[in-house]
């Protein structure tokens, strides 16, 4: 096993791998992560999705079968993730069962072209959910308003959520209280109030937007000053008495999970972002590059400090600059919801070509 990544995991922090493929999985390249990296999870987006089906050829015969079959759009979509996560979620069960379900999580997002429709993404999230009948499975639902409303009454459900495409500290407190209120009314209503959710938290977009913006003296410290202002308020939200109340009837926390943190500077360190965030009880998602980058030759920063550290002073820094961090944050929000809709899109486009010759058979 790999000593950094072990020592990592031993302080307390989850690494989960930000990516998902077929050549991953078949190639038993997952598996060696989770065994030698201390990978205990696995997340994805419609990005990486678009990547993985539309670049190369590991699911072209796939399509042709299921699209025979009479699938098609985002059916034929969903079911190409579902085998891709099903069998990720079997090589994380030992993580799931060790960790009695804190650890060992996949993740299948709703489709992002829902993000402002919170009935229908009820819907979506527990029919994923339902068709999948996988115990290690977290439904991603982005943090837009309409996301917030939806995952409430999801959780209410008994349906496992990561909220997505969180920026700011108002953004992780939104999902906080959706999932609090969610665990009450469980509670009120005599249900089990162990439903598991993290929160993801996005990083190295706010440094890569605003870089042309600054001077070079403050490249690649907005993103961290955000993240430990949130990690703050995650760190206070817990010590309330609220949360403590949850806690005493059996609720589990909603994990804070640092997302987007590959560098994105040519002239930082690879590793800038996981030396940054460490963090007992948080999970850092990593893109396959930064993992690897991580196990070869990267350091273990100090652990945040729960009063936020110099983040306050940082932030008042940037404003000083120029910088709305207010608006910023709800511009990068919806900018990752049209990214994801884009890449949706575009994956629907190449599988309908994919299909095609399947369907003129068919007719045939």
């Not at 977290?138 to 009454?153: D, H, R, S, W, Y």
């Not at 990561?162 to 005599?190: D, K, P, Q, W």
């Not at 977009?205 to 070079?216: M, N």
Request: aromatic letters at 6%.
């Amino acid at each position: 096993m790999n000593n950094i990544t072990h020592r990592l995991h031993a302080l307390g922090q989850s690494l989960w791998l930000d990516s998902i493929n077929r050549e991953l999985l078949n190639s038993g390249t997952l598996a060696r992560y989770i065994s030698e990296l201390s990978i205990t999870g696995l997340t994805s987006n419609p990005t990486i999705l678009e990547r993985a089906i539309a670049h190369g050829d590991g699911y072209d015969e796939r399509i042709r079968v299921l699209s025979a079959a009479g699938l098609s759009g985002e059916e034929l979509l969903f079911e190409l993730a579902l085998e891709d996560l099903t069998q990720a979620a079997e090589l994380l069960r030992p993580a799931f069962d060790a960790s009695d379900g804190v650890d060992g999580w996949v993740s299948l997002e709703v489709s992002p072209l829902l993000a402002d429709n919170a009935a229908h993404t009820i819907q979506a999230a527990n029919r994923l959910f339902a068709r999948a009948a996988l115990a290690n499975l977290l439904i991603k639902i982005p943090g837009t308003t309409q996301g917030i409303q939806a995952v409430e009454e999801v959780v209410f459900d008994g349906v496992p959520v990561n909220v997505t495409l969180l920026f700011s500290r108002e953004h992780y407190l939104a999902a906080a209280e959706a999932y609090m209120r969610a665990i009450e009314r469980r509670l009120a209503a005599g249900l089990d109030p162990k439903v598991e959710s993290v929160a993801s938290v996005f990083v190295s977009r706010w440094d890569t937007t605003v870089k042309l913006e600054i001077a070079t003296a403050f490249h690649n410290r907005l993103g961290i000053a955000m993240a430990m202002r949130t990690y703050r308020a995650h760190r206070e939200l817990l010590a309330s008495e609220r949360w403590q109340k949850l806690a005493a009837a059996g609720a589990r926390p909603q994990r804070l999970l640092w997302a987007s943190t590959a560098t994105g500077d040519a002239a930082a360190t690879d590793t800038l972002y996981v030396k940054a965030l460490v963090a007992a009880g948080t999970i850092n998602t990593l893109a396959e590059k930064t993992l690897l980058a991580f196990a070869d030759h990267g350091l273990i920063g100090t652990p945040m400090r729960a009063d936020g550290g110099y983040s306050d002073a940082v932030l008042e820094e940037f404003r000083r600059e120029g910088v709305d961090d207010a608006a910023l944050a709800e511009r990068l929000q919806r900018e990752g919801v049209e990214s994801f809709a884009t890449s949706w899109h575009a994956t629907l486009s190449c599988i309908r070509d994919m299909s095609a010759p399947a369907a003129a058979a068919a007719l045939a």
